[in-house]
C-alpha cells in the first residue's frame, strides 16, 4: 500500500514564501503523474502544479509565475516552491499521484492522497 505523506506546512505572511515537500514510499514503481491540489474552506479541491514521469510541469493558472514544482524520481518527492503568496492561496494543500495516462488539474483522477498540509497566508 502507497502512502504519501506532507511536509511544510504553516503560516507565512502575504508576499512570504513557504515550501512544501510531499515524501512517496510503499509504490511499486514511480507513479505517473503526481501533483500538488489544494481546497479553500467552502471551495472545491482543484489543481496546483502536477510533474509526469518524464518530468513535465503544468501549473494552474492561478500560480503560474508563482509556484515551482520539482520532483525527484529517485527520492521519489516532489516539492513545491510557493513565492509572492497571497490571501487567496490559503488552503489545505494536497500531494496526489496516479498511474493513469493522462495527467491533468482533475482531482478525480487521482487515486492516492496524502493527507493534507494546512497553509495560511495573512494579509
Known amino acids: 500500500q502507497g502512502q504519501l505523506v506532507e511536509s511544510g506546512g504553516g503560516s507565512v505572511q502575504a508576499g512570504g514564501s513557504l515550501r512544501l515537500s510531499c515524501a512517496a514510499s510503499g509504490f511499486p514503481h514511480s507513479s505517473n503523474c503526481m501533483a500538488w491540489l489544494r481546497q479553500a474552506p467552502g471551495k472545491e479541491r482543484g489543481g496546483v502544479a502536477y510533474?509526469?514521469?518524464?518530468?513535465?510541469?503544468r501549473y494552474a493558472s492561478s500560480v503560474q509565475g508563482r509556484f515551482t514544482a520539482s520532483r525527484a524520481k529517485a527520492a521519489n518527492t516532489l516539492d513545491l516552491q510557493m513565492n509572492s503568496r497571497s490571501v487567496e492561496d490559503t488552503a489545505v494543500y494536497y500531494c496526489?499521484?496516479?498511474?493513469?495516462?493522462?495527467?491533468?488539474?482533475?482531482?478525480?483522477?487521482?487515486?492516492?492522497w496524502g493527507r493534507g498540509t494546512q497553509v495560511t497566508v495573512a494579509a
Open positions: 496526489a499521484a496516479h498511474d493513469k495516462g493522462v495527467c491533468q488539474h482533475r482531482a478525480d483522477l487521482f487515486n492516492d
Open positions: 510533474v509526469t514521469e518524464v518530468g513535465t510541469v
